[in-house]
T-cell receptor, first 114, second 114 residues
Framework: AQSVTQLGSHVSVSEGALVLLRCNYS??????LFWYVQYPNQGLQLLLK??????LVKGINGFEAEFKKSETSFHLTKPSAHMSDAAEYFC????????????FGGGTRLMVKP | DSGVTQTPKHLITATGQRVTLRCSPR?????VYWYQQSLDQGLQFLIQ???????AKGNILERFSAQQFPDLHSELNLSSLELGDSALYFC?????????????FGEGSWLTVV
């Protein structure tokens, strides 16, 4: 079985500051990992995914994440926060052979201060 | 716009009633997923269909059922509704059921049970 833990249900940064959203996973097999973003009153949009190719994954809107097997982590970063990045971010894991279903973390709400 | 269409967007109904949520997947996608998002449970996988057949089952209550029709649209039926069923229900789709395939989410159907 897989699980995901997102450290920090709320993160606040200033505009222009580094964004770091933490995600740790548990999986009995090498996982596939995803970050989704949810803007208010909208659905989930895929930011990026790791599927066992390069460990540093670049996504949309300037976000990237690094898969670290030794730390079972897949933290999401962005060098410089924009006001438009304010949203809820979800880390998710799926395991090969699990029918592609996603197990989500609890989410992190990112607030960006002017 | 993910290409996944869900109706209705909002629904208010009374306890004990039955509702049907409808989903049209992205053009060409064979796999449909249903997720429930609530404040206390977070994002939970309910069920997956692939080309009309049930592929995987998650934390779906016995009062809930789903199906995928020959034209690939899907319906989620919720019966004997309780207050705790109030949530945002997402439909999602992917090209196949293969793990790692990107899953695209609709904007959700807000269900309020009063």
């Amino acid at each position: 079985a897989q699980s995901v833990t997102q450290l920090g249900s709320h993160v606040s940064v200033s505009e222009g500051a580094l964004v770091l959203l933490r995600c740790n996973y548990s999986s009995s097999v090498p996982p596939y990992l995803f970050w989704y973003v949810q803007y208010p009153n909208q659905g989930l949009q895929l930011l990026l995914k790791y599927t066992s190719a390069a460990t540093l994954v670049k996504g949309i809107n300037g976000f990237e994440a690094e898969f670290k097997k030794s730390e079972t982590s897949f933290h999401l970063t962005k060098p410089s926060a924009h006001m438009s990045d304010a949203a809820e971010y979800f880390c998710a894991v799926s395991a090969p052979g699990a029918g592609n279903m996603l197990t989500f973390g609890g989410g992190t709400r990112l607030m960006v201060k002017p | 716009d993910s290409g996944v269409t869900q109706t209705p967007k909002h629904l208010i109904t009374a306890t004990g009633q039955r509702v049907t949520l409808r989903c049209s997947p992205r053009s060409g996608d064979l796999s449909v997923y249903w997720y429930q998002q609530s404040l206390d449970q977070g994002l939970q996988f309910l069920i997956q269909y692939y080309n009309g057949e049930e592929r995987a089952k998650g934390n779906i209550l016995e009062r809930f059922s789903a199906q995928q029709f020959p034209d690939l649209h899907s319906e989620l039926n919720l019966s004997s509704l309780e207050l705790g069923d109030s949530a945002l229900y997402f439909c999602a789709s992917s090209g196949s059921g293969t793990t790692g395939n990107t899953i695209y989410f609709g904007e959700g159907s807000w269900l309020t049970v009063v």
